[in-house]
C-alpha cells in the first residue's frame, strides 16, 4: 500500500500548474536572504520586480510616473477592514487601477493601468512558489503553494 505524503501532493499540485503555464519556483530560493531575492523581506507578499515589468509592459502609452503611482496605489493599503480591501484590489486586478497625468499639451488627462492582460493571457506573468515564507508581526507562515500573477498573489 503506497503512503501519499504532504509532499506528494504539493508535488503533483506544482506539475498541475505547471502544465497550464506557470512557471514553477522554490520559495526559499527568492526569499529575501537568498541568492536570487525576489523581495525585500518576509513581509513583503508582492513580487515588485514582477509586478513593475507587467505593468510597463501591459501599459507603454501611459507615463512612468502614472504606472509607479498605480503601483503604489496597490501595495498601499487604503481601507482598515480586509473585505474592503480585498474588494478594492479585485476591482483594480478586473477594472484597472484609476490615474491622472499631465498629456503632452499639458492637460491632465485620466486613464486606467492595467494590472492584467485578459485579451492574451500568455502575456502575463504566471507563476507558482512552494513553500513561500511571509513573517509578519513575529508569525511565521509558509503556505504550500502561492500562484502569483505578474507579480500579484492571488492564489494560496
Avoid: C
Avoid at 514553477?24 to 509586478?51: C, F, Q
Avoid at 504606472?67 to 484597472?96: F, H, M, T
Amino acid at each position: 500500500m503506497s503512503k501519499f505524503t504532504e509532499t506528494h501532493v504539493e508535488d503533483a499540485a506544482l506539475a498541475w500548474v505547471s502544465e497550464l503555464g506557470y512557471a514553477i519556483l522554490h520559495g526559499p530560493d527568492i526569499a529575501p536572504d537568498s541568492a536570487h531575492p525576489e523581495r525585500i523581506s518576509y513581509d513583503e507578499v508582492i513580487l515588485p520586480a514582477r509586478l513593475n515589468a507587467a505593468v510597463a509592459r501591459l501599459n507603454p502609452t501611459i507615463p512612468a510616473e502614472a504606472q509607479a503611482d498605480a503601483i503604489r496605489r496597490v501595495r498601499l493599503a487604503e481601507y482598515p477592514g480586509l473585505v474592503e480591501e480585498n474588494r478594492r484590489l479585485n476591482r483594480y486586478l478586473v477594472e484597472g487601477v484609476p490615474v491622472e497625468f499631465a498629456g503632452p499639451d499639458g492637460a491632465i488627462k485620466g486613464d486606467v493601468v492595467r494590472l492584467v492582460d485578459y485579451a492574451d493571457p500568455a502575456a502575463n506573468d504566471w507563476l507558482a512558489v512552494n513553500q513561500f515564507t511571509v513573517i509578519e508581526q513575529k508569525t511565521n507562515r509558509r503556505p504550500d503553494i502561492v500562484l502569483f500573477l505578474n507579480g500579484l498573489p492571488v492564489v494560496v
